[in-house]
C-alpha cells in the first residue's frame, strides 16, 4: 500500500536536473515531500494538495497528478545540499487521517 | 523558528526493560505522532494522538506500546518491554491540522538501541 518511489538512487554533478516520481496504487489525497540527510530528521520541502497544483520552492518544485495517482519533485540546476534521501508521504485513506504513509525513498547524492 | 525536540538522543537499553522516549511538540500544534525508522529502511508510522487520545495507530503499535501528554508541552512514547528488533530512530511529529491537510514538523530522532 506504500507509494511507490522512482528512482531508487540517482548521482548528479552540480549543476544538474533530476526528477522524483512516487506513485500509489490507491487515490492520492495529498502528497507530502521531505528530505532526509544521514542521521538526521526528515526536513518538510512541501505539500500538494489534490488538484493538478504545482508548488515550488527556489529550484525544487512538485507537481500532482490525481487522475494519474502520482507526484513528481523537479530538483533544478542541483546544489551539493540537495543530497540526502526524498521521500513522498501520503494519506492513502483520504485527508480525513493523521496516518502519513512514505514511500520508499529516492537517494539523491550532489557530487562536485 | 519553532521546532519539535526531543530527548534523549540516544538511549541503550536491556532487552526487557521499559523506556520512555520524550518529545515536546511545537507549542500551539493540536496533533502529534511518533514514528519510526529502522537503519537504512523508510520512516514507518507508529501513532497519531489528538484531543488527549489516540486517534489512529498501525499494526506496528501493539500493547507493548503506549502514549501519554502528561501535561500541556511533553508527548511521550513508552516501550514497556524492549524486543532486539525495536531497535531504531524514532521520531517525533506535529502538526497544526490533519496530517492529510498540513505540514508535520519532525523532530530530531532518538536513536534507541536494545541490547
Known amino acids: 500500500q506504500q507509494p511507490v518511489q522512482s528512482p531508487q538512487a540517482v548521482i548528479l554533478r552540480e549543476g544538474e536536473d533530476a526528477v522524483i516520481n512516487c506513485s500509489s496504487s490507491k487515490a492520492l489525497y495529498s502528497v507530502h515531500w521531505y528530505r532526509q540527510k544521514h542521521g538526521e530528521a526528515p526536513v518538510f520541502l512541501m505539500i500538494l494538495l489534490k488538484g493538478g497544483e504545482q508548488k515550488g520552492h527556489e529550484k525544487i518544485s512538485a507537481s500532482f497528478n490525481e487522475k494519474k495517482q502520482q507526484s513528481s519533485l523537479y530538483l533544478t540546476a542541483s546544489q551539493l545540499s540537495y543530497s540526502g534521501t526524498y521521500f513522498c508521504?501520503?494519506?492513502?485513506?483520504?485527508?480525513?487521517?493523521?496516518?502519513?504513509?512514505f514511500g520508499t525513498g529516492t537517494l539523491l547524492a550532489v557530487q562536485p | 523558528e519553532p521546532e519539535v525536540t526531543q530527548t534523549p538522543s540516544h538511549q541503550v537499553t536491556q532487552m526487557g526493560q521499559e523506556v520512555i522516549l520524550r518529545c515536546v511538540p511545537i507549542s500551539n500544534h493540536l496533533y502529534f505522532y511518533w514514528y519510526r525508522q529502522i537503519l537504512g529502511q523508510k520512516v514507518e508510522f507508529l501513532v497519531s494522538f489528538y484531543n488527549n487520545e489516540i486517534s489512529e495507530k498501525s499494526e506496528i503499535f501493539d500493547d507493548q506500546f503506549s502514549v501519554e501528554r502528561p501535561d500541556g508541552s511533553n508527548f511521550t512514547l513508552k516501550i514497556r518491554s524492549t524486543k532486539l528488533e525495536d531497535s531504531a530512530m524514532y521520531f517525533c511529529?506535529?502538526?497544526?491540522?490533519?496530517?492529510?491537510?498540513?505540514?508535520?514538523?519532525f523532530g530530531p530522532g532518538t536513536r534507541l538501541t536494545v541490547l
Open positions: 511529529a506535529s502538526s497544526l491540522r490533519l496530517a492529510g491537510e498540513d505540514t508535520q514538523y
Open positions: 508521504g501520503t494519506p492513502l485513506s483520504g485527508g480525513a487521517t493523521n496516518k502519513l504513509i
